[in-house]
């Protein structure tokens, strides 16, 4: 309607100066050539705007047809007709329980739990942003895990801005609910989680090479931060690559080899000592830096200075086998009253799963070839894995009096055994048996063995 009512008011307007026209020329103004010229100019441009106005209309009409598309594909969709705006709802549970056998030391409490409980809201703004929020409700409390908006400007340059996880550790930024095992390595003890910054990051040649750059508040091992407590930043860089993924060499396109690193600087308080402690599958504390309540800079160690990270990373894919490995380095400059030194702990691990059904091992979701159905022959996807996985702590931490080997110990093995059933692509459930020994860590020299047993039931909608 606006359109008609632009085109009526230009067709006056047309018509009002040829009638001023006409009048000029009786009282002997412009000549005739003068006035027709004029007219046909006027013709024109009505012309034109009914040409807009029939663009207008046609636009109109498009918008009033164009109906937004809902479905499930991947979670719950709402985006519009030509895909510009999207967004996508989608979460899992993972219901645990974790049972102890009872090893002197050993304090575990057998018990069921929500070890996570997570909404996923992403989508796409203007075809080019797109944003992910992630709160995590587990333990009856709000945690905010991903909050960041994306610009892809480029499949080799998109920027990141707001809260996400750290590109450092390949198991790390591995999605939780695609875990091989119900709790991460040893390696994970030295690894930074989510962090706030900004990180630019891209890939080539189809993903054959990715690379990741972030500036971030910097985060103690092994945790994650909203917040910073000095003015340095640690800079994050990771780069990885698949050399033969686009090859004809099928058995090594699933290769990946990489690297990444971190620097920064941390500088702690006898309130806030900025350092971490580290705990095994049952989630009990077998290392912690030394610390006395009420806390004081004489008995405290606290992070004050450097402290950078290394990882090479990489992990084998082919048909209905898997692998990971990675090895940590973590080095923090450390105080204690007026001692000073540094600490530089290892950690590495080695794991390898098969599917027995014969589907394809993968780094992202695994789906079922058929899904489980009671009675008409579907028994879903099994997986079998084992991880071994070893700690070191750096000798000096405890002879400069940092630690105390008769609390914390120096080194930890562990070996993990998983039992994975898919019954299909929204429910999964996981056996795992581990056991664990100890180097230090008690009054009588070792601490005991421990050894536990965990289940997880995970469904993701």
């Known amino acids: 309607m606006k359109a008609i009512r632009i085109v009526a008011a230009a067709a006056a307007l047309a018509a009002l100066g040829a009638g001023v026209a006409h009048a000029g020329a009786a009282a002997g103004n412009p000549s005739q050539a003068e ?6 100019q006027l013709e024109a441009e009505v012309k034109e705007l009914k040409k807009d106005a029939r663009k207008l209309e046609a636009s109109d009409d498009t918008r009033a047809s164009s109906k937004p598309v809902a479905g499930y594909k991947d979670g719950f969709f709402l985006a519009t007709e030509d895909g510009r705006y999207k967004l996508n709802v989608d979460g899992y549970v993972q219901a645990d329980s974790r049972w102890s056998v009872d090893n002197g030391d050993d304090p575990s409490v057998d018990q069921f739990s929500i070890r996570r409980a997570r909404l996923d809201i992403r989508g796409t703004l203007a075809d080019r942003f797109d944003f992910r929020f992630q709160p995590d409700f587990a333990g009856s409390q709000v945690v905010l895990q991903d909050a960041y908006l994306d610009g892809r400007f480029a499949p080799w340059a998109v920027t990141r801005l ?5 590109p450092f550790g390949l198991e790390q930024l591995q999605a939780d609910s695609n875990r091989v095992f119900l709790e991460s390595s040893l390696v994970d003890n030295l690894t930074p989680n989510r962090d706030v910054g900004a990180q630019l990051y ?3 040649q189809h993903g054959a090479f990715t690379y990741q750059l972030a500036v971030l508040n910097g ?4 945790t994650s931060g909203d917040t910073d407590f000095n003015d340095a930043v640690d800079v994050a860089a990771r780069v990885f690559a698949l050399p033969l993924r686009n090859t004809t060499v099928v058995p090594l396109r699933g290769l990946g080899l990489g690297v990444a690193a971190t620097a920064g600087r941390e500088q702690g308080t006898a309130s806030s000592p900025q350092l971490p402690s580290f705990r095994t599958s049952s989630r009990n504390t077998y290392f912690k830096y030394s610390a006395d309540s009420p806390s004081t800079s004489a008995a405290t160690t606290v992070a004050n200075g450097d402290h950078w990270r ?3 990373q990489g992990y084998y894919y082919y048909g209905p086998f898997g692998s990971m490995f990675e090895y940590g380095v973590s080095n923090q400059e450390l105080l204690k009253g007026a001692t000073k030194g540094d600490t530089q702990n290892t950690a590495w691990q080695l794991r390898a799963q098969w599917l027995l059904t014969g589907e394809a091992a993968t780094y992202d979701v695994l789906v079922p070839s058929h899904d489980f159905n009671f009675g008409h022959g579907g028994w879903g996807a099994w997986e079998v894995a084992l991880r071994y996985a070893e700690l070191h702590v750096d000798g000096d931490t405890f002879t400069k009096g940092f630690a ?3 609390k914390s110990v120096s080194q930890i093995d562990s070996i993990t055994a998983g039992l994975n059933w898919y019954l299909n692509r929204n429910i999964k459930l996981m056996f795992d048996y581990e056991h664990s020994t100890f180097d230090k860590g008690s009054k009588t020299g070792d601490r005991d063995p421990e050894d536990v047993f965990l289940t997880r039931a995970q469904f993701w909608f």
């Open 202 to 204: 891209g890939d080539f």
């Open 35 to 40: 006035l027709l010229q004029r007219i046909e």
């Open 404 to 406: 105390d080997p008769t």
């Open 310 to 312: 290394v990882m090479p």
């Open 162 to 166: 707001g809260k996400f996880k750290t």
């Open 219 to 222: 985060v103690p091992d092994g």
